[in-house]
């Protein structure tokens, strides 16, 4: 019983920390460089231009004199969510769940008579978080997001010295969708940010052949949700079978001896639901300044064949925020009845039970967050006088992500309670084990210079996935992703070029009832993080996203 006091609070802080890992893992390198993106990211030995700050920033003395690059990013998330129902479903002996059941309340049977079949929780718009109104905003159905980049770089004339600044973002992605979509149990507004707005950069030629370089990164992160809570637990479920068998006779007719055999809980006026609303939540953490660094190496011993290594430094932060939780009735209702019962007292008091929940609770709340290490090497290579191969290989340091934690301002009794069932919780603060992995990835690029002027790029890209099996999640539907891209460069003339490129990138999922424990684990202790308990997931994420690049030199 202490657990429904517990859970909307701790699980919608919990889900944020989700939303974090799997949206970093989605998103990166897609809202940097354009034709980095058309040449599947494998642009180590060959960096673009002023990008070359995130890339390799060794490259930067490829450019000479005063170069400015301007660049616009429009992604369109469609994030495709299916939820069904197995054979033998249900949750201590119920399957009425109005998600996946068409039964309305004249139906009295405790198990579903006309399942929906495949469920639509799909995402309906994207939406960001901004810092400055400190709020969600909702782009509309069908609108993409935006992700406009910005640089500038000066090598003197002569000197071997090259310098370099840029506005871009590492990490922007958000979506949103409608009230009463199935989908919002997971994160029915999620935002995950990271801009950089100041990276002040050095590169130096050693010789001819050898170059070295090191960027610093200013950025702004932050992670914002509101969500719809609910918990399809078999504990809430035999609380409902208390209320629906053993206290339908007692009801408005109960009296002292009653009270004292059944604890009280028979004076609720409303009962315990496995598959009810149990809330919702509004939380938001952020950080001004997140600083990192990256360094780069770029080795070219001839004008067909460059080497290229970057290592992009972890970035250490503390995220700070708010939350805000709007509790149901019936788990007021659960404790209101203890608390009307001498032994129902007595027994509160011996557990650590509140004397109530309020209607809405809200305070402070920090979390310790890493934006993980980033290790890449590639070659660049040209086959033909006209034909050019990029080749990279990274590696990114998820495992970092091995657990989440979160910290509030003052002591919290639930967690006093909650730290006697796991090693995870203390008095006032909690972890999220993730179990990530580090995985290894590839890239491989093409361009073709069809003339002195038109170069045309083709890319790809397979993403493995950090995420465990047994972890996998709707919030941001995504495993094992491929990443294409298509582009054509112009010269218009000595001094400037433009750059057109479309990227595409599609994750498919499959999540089996009972078979991850941040989804749909089934039993008494998947109290935490699966509202679709027992049921089976399908995700498909697709990202198409189109850019446009100005660079000059003056």
């Known amino acids: 019983m202490k657990m429904i006091r517990l859970r909307p609070l701790v699980t919608a802080i919990l889900l944020s920390g989700c939303s974090g890992a799997a949206f970093a893992q989605l998103g990166q390198n897609l809202s940097v460089d354009i034709r980095s993106l058309t040449m599947g990211n494998a642009v180590t030995a060959d960096p673009p231009g002023i990008s070359a700050i995130h890339f390799n920033p060794a490259a930067l003395t490829k450019i000479e004199g005063l170069q400015t690059d301007v660049q616009g990013v429009l992604a369109h998330f469609d994030v495709q969510r299916e939820l069904s129902v197995p054979a033998g479903y249900d949750v201590f002996g119920y399957s009425d769940d109005p998600v996946v059941c068409n039964d309305g309340p004249e139906i009295m049977a405790d198990f579903c008579t006309d399942f929906k079949g495949a469920v639509q929780a799909d995402v309906e718009y994207p939406t960001l978080y901004v810092p400055i109104l400190k709020k969600f905003v909702d782009l509309g159905k069908g609108m993409p997001l935006a992700a406009p980049t910005n640089g500038i770089a000066y090598n003197p004339p002569g000197s071997k010295v090259t310098f370099a600044t840029a506005l871009y973002a590492p990490l922007i992605a958000g979506f949103g969708a409608e009230d009463g979509n199935p989908g919002n149990f997971m994160g029915q507004q999620v935002a995950l940010e990271r801009i950089t707005y100041l990276s002040p950069s050095i590169a130096y030629q050693v010789n001819d052949e050898l170059s070295v370089g090191a960027s610093i990164g200013m950025s702004y992160q932050a992670i914002a949700m509101n969500t719809d809570l609910r918990f399809p637990n078999e504990l809430i479920g035999m609380l409902r079978m208390v209320d629906e068998v053993v206290c ?33 939540m509004q939380l938001a953490v952020e950080q001004s300044l997140s600083p990192s660094y990256n360094l780069g190496i770029l080795w070219e011993p001839t004008e067909d064949f460059s080497f290229g290594m970057v290592y992009q430094s972890a970035a250490k932060m503390r995220l700070k925020g708010k939350y805000h939780i709007d509790n149901s009735k019936a788990p007021r209702e659960l404790i209101n009845g203890l608390m009307s019962s001498p032994t129902g007292q007595i027994l509160a008091a011996i557990l650590g039970f509140p004397s109530y929940i309020p209607a809405s609770e809200s305070g402070l709340v920090s979390m310790d967050f890493e934006y993980p ?69 590839w890239g491989i690029g093409v361009e073709y210079s069809a003339t002195d002027r038109l170069k045309l790029r083709a890319g790809y890209e397979p993403r493995g996935s950090a995420i465990p099996d047994n972890k996998r999640n709707t919030m941001v539907p995504i495993n094992n992703a491929r990443l294409f891209g298509l582009g054509v460069g112009y010269r218009f003339d000595a001094d400037t070029d433009l750059d057109l490129s479309i990227g595409f990138l599609q994750s498919k999922d499959k999540i089996p009832a009972n078979t991850s424990s941040l989804a749909n684990k089934e039993g008494v202790n998947n109290l935490l993080l699966n509202p679709y308990a027992g049921l089976n997931v399908k995700t498909d994420t697709k990202i198409t996203i189109l850019g446009l690049s100005y660079r000059t030199r003056w």
């Open 373 to 441: 290490a980033h290790f890449q090497a590639g070659i660049k290579y040209k086959v033909m006088p006209d034909l050019q191969v990029n080749f990279d290989v990274g590696w990114t340091d998820y495992k970092a992500w091995d657990k989440f934690k979160f910290e509030f301002d003052r002591q919290i009794s639930a967690l006093k309670i909650a730290k006697l069932l796991s090693e995870h919780v203390s008095d006032s603060s909690l972890a999220l084990p993730l179990e990530f992995q580090s995985p290894w990835s």
């Open 248 to 280: 339908t006779p007692f009801k408005e007719n109960s009296d002292i001896i009653t009270d004292i055999l059944l604890l009280g809980i028979c004076n609720a006026e409303e009962g315990m639901n496995p598959f009810s609303r149990f809330g919702q």
